[in-house]
DNA sequence: ACAATACTGTCATGAGAATGTCATAAGGCT
DNA sequence: AGCCTTATGACATTCTCATGACAGTATTGT
């Protein structure tokens, strides 16, 4: 199971160290920036699991890069910690309603951070835990790397297996032929969008059972979507 | 659009009482209990979008609420805030591994809690957080790519779809044929005003309901206006 | 190392849905 | 009434998606 990626913004240079230390033993993949500019760069090229970011940065505010990253399509759900220094509830809330996942007031452990961001990470995306991820009748074991419908094994290829998987972890929502290149196939792959169809139907073939209807929806113009029964 | 549901479990009754009040305000649905044992009952009667839990209640402990919660299959997935007058950050730590989602220190302000809950709502069920458009008797959900009208879903089209989704965003505007072809079409299209009304009429068609009126506004030499209900 | 097998990406084709336009009917307004 | 605007049904065209085939590439097992 790849490692959680995380985008830590941060410019106190030796408290990024540290933690880059600790979440790199943890296993997680760390990149770090001290800029809010970059931090956006960073953040389209390879969209991350997690980010991590400081109040008072470089450049744009902290806060700005969550509004921003909130407002790029492709970022719009990636769960955001914030960090800072104040204490003052207004800015508390005021990071939650830019619409941060998570709040931590500075001086905090690095225990207390793993934990949170390892809450969240099971919460957003359960896969990267190691848990079990359902929707509907499939269910998914990223350990096993096992997909089962109706609780009965389904042999798909690596790229449908990495496909569902995607689509289990943010069911419902529909995804654009690009955003699934970008996010099953990696974001410089240079692949035919049209290749996603024939994927969705290999995959669409290997997970049908007698009677129960297709759990993929294709929303014409627009993409595709899991919808959980 | 139904109000989020939420499980208040605290025993510091005056406490309760104003969270209540708050969060009826904001338009949640809340229930109340004191007890752990009652509030697992509660709780498996009516699976609540979401969980306030006392660390510290009668009965079972909340920590100890929060793993049952966790092991019924109903319940596994509701998100829970933690509530503690603990500081340690051992409690917060264990807090979150139990598989609480969120922790908060007393005393907190209401407001923080408020947004606290928002911010795991919006993760969790995005349409309960407002990330989809109301109108009246229409919802539309833009991350599912979904219109609703009285609670059903309704099939149209994809220009249908854009049209909708832009006379929702500006409700009670009229816009004047031309104005809604640079918005829907894209500014360089080269399409006949009359158009629109024929992508009116199928939008019409799409969302029409026995006994329930047109919520589209006809204005003559003007153009075409949604007025919610 | 080699052969058998599985997987991938692309394309051609056909079915079906969505779109834009028009002709005509219906409805308002003065 | 007479003029003007909108509603509606039909229709040809254009798009989009599903599907099967295929050649090239990895992977696997021996």
């Not at 809010?36 to 991350?48: L, N, R, S, Y």
């Not at 902290?62 to 990636?78: D, N, P, Q, S, Y």
């Amino acid at each position: 199971m790849s490692a959680p990626k995380l985008l830590l913004v941060e410019d106190d240079s030796s408290l990024a160290e540290l933690l880059e230390y600790r979440f790199e033993k943890e296993g997680y993949e760390v990149r770090i920036t001290a800029d809010g500019e970059e931090a956006m760069v960073m953040a389209a090229e390879d969209v991350p699991d997690l980010v991590i970011l400081d109040w008072m940065i470089e450049g744009i505010s902290g806060i700005e890069v969550c509004r921003r990253l909130r407002r790029e399509k492709a970022t719009a759900h990636v769960p955001i910690i914030m960090l800072t220094a104040r204490e003052a509830e207004d800015d508390r809330v005021r990071g939650l309603e830019t619409g941060a996942d998570d709040y931590l007031t500075k001086p905090f452990s690095p225990r207390e951070l793993l934990a949170r961001v390892s809450a969240v990470l099971r919460r957003v995306r359960p896969a990267l835990a190691g848990e079990s991820i359902e929707a509907g009748d499939l269910r998914l074991d990223p350990v096993a790397h096992r997909l089962e419908r109706c609780g009965q094994e389904v042999q798909v290829g690596p790229t449908e297996y990495r496909l569902v998987k995607f689509l289990m972890e943010h069911p419902r929502r529909v995804f654009s032929r690009s955003q699934l290149l970008d996010a099953v196939w990696g974001t410089d792959s240079e692949i035919e969008e049209r290749t996603v169809d024939v994927h969705i139907r290999r995959l669409r073939k290997s997970i049908a059972l007698e009677n129960v209807r297709d759990p993929i929806r294709t929303v014409r113009s627009a993409g595709y979507a899991l919808e959980p029964v």
